[in-house]
């Protein structure tokens, strides 16, 4: 079950760290850029239900935030029930 676990942990950091890395290089980059293709190809489709949801305040998009919690929610429950069958 810990490499179960060591799993979960390993995606939900790799998903964190492409948010942050879509949020930094989305200054930086042009959004048809091949690097923030790519990451926007993995990040869009969980950013894409929270902006629709939460729009931009004063043109600050907080969908990226949101997205962070919700993956360490996400991790917190999966590893608990995780620990619980194990």
């Not at 490499?3 to 998903?15: G, S």
């Not at 629709?52 to 919700?70: A, G, Y």
Request: charged residues 10%; aromatic residues 10%.
């Amino acid at each position: 079950m810990g490499l179960v676990i060591q799993i979960v942990h390993f995606i939900i950091w790799a998903l964190s760290i492409l948010v942050v890395a879509e949020v930094i290089l989305s200054y930086f980059m042009s959004p048809y850029h091949p690097v923030r293709a790519f990451i926007g190809r993995i990040i869009g489709p969980m950013l894409n239900p929270i902006r629709r949801v939460v729009p931009p305040i004063m043109n600050l998009d907080f969908s990226p935030l949101i997205l962070l919690l919700l993956l360490q929610a996400a991790e917190w429950v999966i590893v608990s029930i995780l620990n619980f069958i194990g």
